[in-house]
T-cell receptor, first 109, second 114 residues
């Protein structure tokens, strides 16, 4: 079967750095996405990786290793507004998205 | 403001009743999707449509139906609601070809079936 694993919850301190990991086992691979979802709101797109390596976008970076079935989202200079759930999703060989259950990130002052 | 609109935002429904969740987008995206989101689970695809006039089944289609009469609208119907359909429903759209396929989500419809 297809599976996306990410930690259920993480806690970090304002101003610090946090890394959220995602491992996947899917039927084929056509890209990996990270979305942010604040409580009670819709998911919003953060990043897309289809080739190995690091993609940097401001305070957020996303890394992909296709051979290891692994990605991480790195958040730097954490702000209170970064408190949210972070969803990892992989597009499989049928171009359907397989979603992880999300990682709830709690930022403490 | 361009985007994707869902209605209603919240609804309490008696079991056995019929319910249609509405979804409209004005971005001219060719693909549209309905997901449900339940605590502890990832988003699960109910139905999708790659273009007007076509629809397909997702991971959890039973008890739901959709139609895509035009590019903008993609309603989701529960013919006879059951308590297990209590969930938050998200409609989404994307451009299918030529880009990352980023999804744009509506604000969600919270449905409670009693």
């Amino acid at each position: 079967g297809q599976n996306i694993d990410q930690p259920t919850e993480m806690t970090a301190t304002e101003g610090a750095i946090v890394q959220i990991n995602c491992t996947y086992q899917t039927s084929g691979f056509n890209g990996l996405f990270w979305y942010q979802q604040h409580a009670g709101e819709a998911p919003t797109f953060l990043s897309y990786n289809v080739l190995d390596g690091l993609e940097e976008k401001g305070r957020f970076s996303s890394f992909l290793s296709r051979s290891k079935g692994y990605s991480y989202l790195l958040l730097k200079e954490l702000q209170m507004k970064d408190s949210a759930s972070y969803l990892c999703a992989v597009r499989d060989s049928n171009y359907q998205l397989i979603w992880g259950a999300g990682t709830k990130l709690i930022i403490k002052p | 403001i361009a985007g994707i609109t869902q209605a209603p935002t919240s609804q309490i429904l008696a079991a056995g009743r019929r319910m249609t969740l509405r979804c409209t987008q004005d971005m001219r995206h060719n693909a549209m999707y309905w997901y449900r989101q339940d605590l502890g689970l990832g988003l699960r695809l109910i139905h999708y449509s790659n273009t007007a006039g076509t629809t397909g089944k997702g991971e959890v289609p039973d008890g739901y139906s959709v139609s895509r009469a035009n590019t903008d609208d993609f309603p989701l119907t529960l013919a006879s609601a059951v308590p297990s359909q209590t969930s938050v429903y998200f409609c989404a759209s994307s451009i299918l070809a030529g880009d990352t396929g980023e999804l744009f989500f509506g604000e969600g419809s919270r449905l409670t079936v009693l």
